[in-house]
């Protein structure tokens, strides 16, 4: 959580400081026994519970804040190892803290601003008596004719037996089924499992960035495939934005734009605005695709997609990844052209309104 500290600001520093000397003063025996260690894990993980808070109240989302409460309940359901029961234990705690935001807000920014944020905090309270009544997520599971091809994969990747997992791989790329199955149906689901597995603490974090590296080199093999295919006269550009380091999907969709016919430039993670609008003037794209997993970068993305207006009002710009489901449609109010978490209709789409009219000119 550290990492996304950088864009905590003075205000969110300022309540973080207020929130920490606040939980301590509620909780003797916490403040007795919590190490420094333990003192500074909480100080940042109270800054990244802010941050999603900011991004609500910036773009007046409160599903930001909400799908966070749910995603958090769980994951510190699965980590606790008290004797007590973890879910009523976790609801416990963090409606306790969320009151503690809620009290130190309260007495900040403009009398607008701080009701907005006490609102979307006591929405977050809500959805935690909501968690605590409802069953345990279960593992993703998605019965298709791919089901054992995933569970085959999966296994291997549990077990890190690499040769065996790039083995499936290789004879995936020989067989009849369309790369776009293998991509989205069986490799990217398998990538949802895995971060299931970890947010349910059955899988450590070194796995899961083995089974991304591991399912990155996979993904290779098909590259001789994707570059054979005719090309259909269009550019496409894609990346992260700011600091976002979850480049897997953005580079599956790049791949199977270059198999259906595209070129294209994919500038890869944490790029600065100035260098995707350089690189869209040199490169001259007919489209853009930005993706973002952290709701925290959202901020940046929409500054990005303003300059890209700004400065190329005809470019068709796409948005994408985790961070846009998490919201009530976010895109819309940004005037850009589609956002979608199907690569395959994002394909579809580009073709019928980039392709065919370049075409047709």
């Known amino acids: 959580m550290s990492s996304l500290l950088r864009i905590s600001n003075d205000q969110s520093n300022m309540l973080a400081e207020k929130a920490f000397k606040m939980q301590f003063e509620l909780d003797q025996e916490m403040a007795n026994t919590y190490t420094e260690r333990q003192r500074r894990l909480m100080y940042e993980d109270i800054l990244y519970n802010l941050s999603y808070l900011d991004v609500a109240v910036k773009f007046d989302d409160e599903k930001i804040f909400i799908e966070y409460t749910k995603w958090l309940y769980k994951?510190?359901?699965?980590?606790?190892?008290?004797?007590?029961?973890?879910?009523?234990?976790?609801?416990?705690?963090?409606?306790?803290?969320?009151?503690?935001?809620?009290?130190?807000?309260?007495?900040?920014?403009?009398?607008?601003?701080?009701?907005?944020?006490?609102t979307i905090i006591n929405k977050g309270i809500e959805t935690l008596g909501k968690e605590l009544h409802q069953e345990q997520a279960k593992l993703y599971q998605n019965n298709d004719q791919y089901q054992a091809i995933r569970k085959e994969y999966l296994n291997y990747l549990i077990?890190?037996?690499?040769?065996?997992?790039?083995?499936?791989?290789?004879?995936?790329?020989?067989?009849?089924?369309t790369i776009d199955d293998v991509f989205q149906k069986i490799l990217q689901e398998v990538m949802i499992e895995v971060g299931d597995l970890w947010h349910q603490n059955v899988m450590s974090v070194d796995k899961e960035h083995y089974c991304t590296s591991t399912t990155?080199?996979?993904?290779?093999?098909?590259?001789?495939?994707?570059?054979?295919?005719?090309?259909?006269?269009?550019?496409?550009?894609?990346?992260?934005?700011?600091?976002?380091?979850?480049?897997?999907?953005?580079?599956?969709?790049?791949?199977?734009?270059?198999?259906?016919?595209?070129?294209?430039?994919?500038?890869?993670?944490?790029?600065?605005?100035?260098?995707?609008?350089?690189?869209?003037?040199?490169?001259?794209?007919?489209?853009?695709?930005?993706?973002?997993?952290?709701?925290?970068?959202?901020?940046?993305?929409?500054?990005?997609?303003?300059?890209?207006?700004?400065?190329?009002?005809?470019?068709?710009?796409?948005?994408?990844?985790?961070?846009?489901?998490?919201?009530?449609?976010?895109?819309?109010?940004?005037?850009?052209?589609?956002?979608?978490?199907?690569a395959t209709q994002l394909i579809e789409w580009a073709k019928e309104n980039i392709v065919l009219k370049k075409g047709r000119q």
């Open 75 to 118: 994951l510190l359901c699965n980590l606790s190892k008290s004797s007590e029961d973890p879910r009523l234990q976790t609801h416990h705690r963090l409606k306790e803290h969320f009151q503690i935001l809620a009290k130190v807000s309260s007495d900040t920014d403009s009398a607008d601003a701080s009701k907005r944020r006490v």
């Open 159 to 177: 077990k890190s037996d690499t040769r065996a997992a790039i083995s499936l791989v290789r004879d995936l790329s020989k067989s009849d089924i």
């Open 216 to 342: 990155q080199t996979a993904l290779s093999q098909f590259y001789p495939i994707i570059f054979e295919q005719p090309r259909n006269g269009c550019k496409i550009l894609t990346c992260c934005v700011g600091s976002e380091l979850h480049e897997m999907g953005i580079r599956m969709l790049s791949d199977l734009f270059e198999y259906h016919g595209w070129d294209s430039i994919y500038l890869g993670a944490a790029v600065p605005k100035e260098a995707i609008l350089k690189s869209i003037s040199e490169n001259k794209p007919d489209f853009i695709g930005l993706s973002v997993t952290m709701p925290q970068h959202l901020e940046l993305c929409h500054d990005i997609v303003l300059g890209i207006q700004e400065k190329f009002p005809d470019l068709k710009v796409a948005v994408g990844g985790r961070a846009f489901i998490s919201t009530n449609e976010l895109w819309k109010k940004w005037n850009v052209d589609i956002s979608t978490q199907n």
